[in-house]
């Protein structure tokens, strides 16, 4: 990558080191002025040789040197103050008070192919609990050992949410993606000299896989492995040959549940269920050769978050690249997924599921019975932050005074990562959010939309639209 250092000039700042990537546009650069100075990139008028500097213009042809000065004009925006009697407009507001007004945090630029990028971050800034690990991560690192790569990515992550919450005004995440790209190089591959569209499940993982090394923590009073319990699923599996009667128990730990599409699958629940059951083939002791072995698996442990990726997307060897299943695959706004459980797993999980159950029959006026639900239980729901303990059981909570909290295997939707397009590697990705006041949010890059709560399960599939690429629930849960 071929980079220029120059000092850039505005009103009586001089910013004496503004490095240029010439592999990107004009525009990009302009949003690192965005950045330091606050003129937005359509007001910014740059002078070069030959006039102003043009968003799509070619570096090459721009003809800028290595420490040359530039001269940037432009108003940056402000915050207009009202008189110190009369009514107070939104946009007399200061940043952080027009967020709260308008109900959802900033729209990130787009800095080239980078929505796939954009997307996931809405998505994974809608969890407070994430939000508030990475709020307490210390500036040195957690102190285990943490690659420096992985460090600055997580600070970045850290930076990148806190001024989304403080903006009402598009962001341009340029730190968090030049640092996404060294820790990844393959977020940095390029086509015809512009970067090109990735998938965005593949930034989805890789940053939770980030973020689960940086924020684990070594004080035993707290929570080991934040994202594990965040977002963290444990698998049990009986692995076992009908040919040679060999078995044998497995376990593994991911961070989403898979929901295979084929001819047969039309809701989520039905791909999820196709998803736990494999046939694989390797080596049998018994038999002395290979042979095909049938896994079983069942969902031991939840998170607090169950995050679910549709597998859209196959490689097709006649083009060389990845196609996509366009099929129409329906998603609820409520999953319960207590019959995917281990029989472990579902005994912890019936005594919640019967509070909660007697809780929602109050709701509606039913008569419920005192033995079943108890006296000295409560319901603790989604719309609540919760803190970031427990994974699949218990975990206290310092609002309920030292009761415990539990898990029921039941989740409400609050984020949806969209795909447009016929392959991964092109297309266009939104997230969907549903924010703290309830209300839904499309995030189309810079656009914030709102969203009516009925539209978002419309988004799965059957045509050319957005489809659900990735859904995130959030788990009911209850305090005994």
């Given at each position: 990558?071929?980079?220029?250092?120059?000092?850039?000039?505005?009103?009586?700042?001089?910013?004496?080191?503004?490095?240029?990537?010439?592999?990107?546009?004009?525009?990009?650069?302009?949003?690192?002025?965005?950045?330091?100075?606050?003129?937005?990139?359509?007001?910014?008028?740059?002078?070069?040789?030959?006039?102003?500097?043009?968003?799509?213009?070619?570096?090459?042809?721009?003809?800028?040197?290595?420490?040359?000065?530039?001269?940037?004009?432009?108003?940056?925006?402000?915050?207009?103050?009202?008189?110190?009697?009369?009514?107070?407009?939104?946009?007399?507001?200061?940043?952080?008070?027009?967020?709260?007004?308008?109900?959802?945090?900033?729209?990130?630029?787009?800095?080239?192919?980078?929505?796939?990028?954009?997307?996931?971050?809405?998505?994974?800034?809608?969890?407070?609990?994430?939000?508030?690990?990475?709020?307490?991560?210390?500036p040195s690192g957690a102190g285990n050992n943490v690659d420096q790569s992985s460090h600055q990515l997580t600070v970045a992550t850290r930076d990148l949410f806190i001024e989304l919450d403080k903006n009402a005004k598009p962001v341009?995440?340029?730190?968090?993606?030049?640092?996404?790209?060294?820790?990844?190089?393959?977020?940095?591959?390029?086509?015809?000299?512009?970067?090109?569209?990735?998938?965005?499940?593949?930034?989805?993982?890789?940053?939770?896989?980030?973020?689960?090394?940086?924020?684990?923590?070594?004080?035993?009073?707290?929570?080991?492995?934040?994202?594990?319990?965040?977002?963290?699923?444990?698998?049990?599996?009986?692995?076992?040959?009908?040919?040679?009667?060999?078995?044998?128990?497995?376990?593994?730990?991911?961070?989403?549940?898979?929901?295979?599409?084929?001819?047969?699958?039309?809701?989520?629940?039905?791909?999820?269920?196709?998803?736990?059951?494999?046939?694989?083939?390797?080596?049998?002791?018994?038999?002395?050769?290979?042979?095909?072995?049938?896994?079983?698996?069942?969902?031991?442990?939840?998170?607090?978050?169950?995050?679910?990726?549709?597998?859209?997307?196959?490689?097709?060897?006649?083009?060389?690249?990845?196609?996509?299943?366009?099929?129409?695959?329906?998603?609820?706004?409520?999953?319960?997924?207590?019959?995917?459980?281990?029989?472990?797993?579902?005994?912890?999980?019936?005594?919640?599921?019967?509070?909660?159950?007697?809780?929602?029959?109050r709701k509606l006026g039913l008569k419920v019975d005192q033995k079943s639900s108890g006296s000295d239980t409560d319901v603790k729901m989604t719309d609540n932050e919760e803190s970031a303990n427990g994974n699949g059981g218990t975990?206290?909570?310092?609002?309920?005074?030292?009761?415990?909290?539990?898990?029921?295997?039941?989740?409400?939707?609050?984020?949806?990562?969209?795909?447009?397009?016929?392959?991964?590697?092109?297309?266009?990705?939104?997230?969907?959010?549903?924010?703290?006041?309830?209300?839904?949010?499309?995030?189309?890059?810079?656009?914030?939309?709102?969203?009516?709560?009925?539209d978002i399960t419309r988004l799965s599939g059957g045509g050319d639209w957005h489809m659900a690429y990735i859904c995130m629930y959030k788990a009911r849960l209850v305090a005994m």
């Amino acid at each position: 990558m071929s980079t220029l250092t120059v000092s850039v000039k505005w009103q009586k700042k001089v910013f004496p080191a503004v490095e240029i990537d010439t592999a990107q546009s004009p525009y990009v650069f302009k949003c690192q002025l965005y950045d330091l100075t606050g003129v937005p990139p359509e007001r910014q008028k740059i002078m070069v040789k030959g006039g102003l500097l043009k968003d799509d213009a070619d570096w090459p042809k721009v003809g800028v040197k290595e420490g040359q000065r530039l001269m940037m004009m432009g108003t940056a925006d402000e915050i207009i103050k009202a008189p110190e009697k009369g009514p107070l407009f939104a946009e007399d507001m200061p940043e952080e008070a027009q967020v709260v007004n308008v109900g959802h945090s900033a729209g990130l630029f787009n800095l080239g192919n980078t929505c796939y990028m954009n997307s996931t971050v809405q998505c994974l800034h809608s969890v407070p609990e994430l939000k508030s690990a990475l709020t307490n991560y210390p500036p040195s690192g957690a102190g285990n050992n943490v690659d420096q790569s992985s460090h600055q990515l997580t600070v970045a992550t850290r930076d990148l949410f806190i001024e989304l919450d403080k903006n009402a005004k598009p962001v341009a995440p340029m730190q968090f993606w030049m640092v996404l790209r060294k820790k990844y190089p393959q977020f940095g591959q390029l086509n015809n000299g512009a970067f090109m569209q990735q998938d965005a499940e593949e930034c989805w993982t890789q940053l939770l896989y980030t973020l689960s090394l940086s924020l684990k923590s070594s004080s035993s009073s707290e929570e080991p492995d934040t994202v594990k319990a965040l977002f963290g699923i444990e698998f049990v599996s009986r692995v076992h040959c009908t040919e040679s009667g060999e078995e044998s128990t497995e376990r593994e730990s991911v961070y989403s549940l898979k929901c295979h599409i084929s001819q047969e699958v039309n809701h989520l629940h039905e791909g999820l269920k196709r998803g736990l059951k494999s046939e694989l083939e390797k080596a049998s002791p018994a038999l002395g050769r290979s042979a095909i072995y049938v896994k079983d698996s069942r969902i031991n442990d939840l998170p607090r978050y169950l995050t679910v990726q549709f597998v859209r997307f196959f490689w097709k060897r006649e083009s060389n690249q990845k196609a996509k299943i366009l099929r129409k695959v329906d998603y609820p706004l409520v999953l319960d997924v207590f019959d995917l459980c281990s029989d472990d797993l579902r005994k912890r999980l019936e005594t919640p599921r019967q509070i909660l159950r007697d809780e929602e029959g109050r709701k509606l006026g039913l008569k419920v019975d005192q033995k079943s639900s108890g006296s000295d239980t409560d319901v603790k729901m989604t719309d609540n932050e919760e803190s970031a303990n427990g994974n699949g059981g218990t975990s206290k909570d310092s609002s309920l005074e030292g009761k415990e909290v539990h898990l029921t295997g039941i989740y409400d939707l609050v984020a949806v990562l969209t795909h447009k397009g016929r392959s991964a590697d092109s297309g266009h990705y939104v997230a969907w959010a549903k924010q703290e006041n309830g209300k839904w949010i499309q995030f189309d890059d810079d656009n914030p939309i709102p969203q009516r709560e009925e539209d978002i399960t419309r988004l799965s599939g059957g045509g050319d639209w957005h489809m659900a690429y990735i859904c995130m629930y959030k788990a009911r849960l209850v305090a005994m």
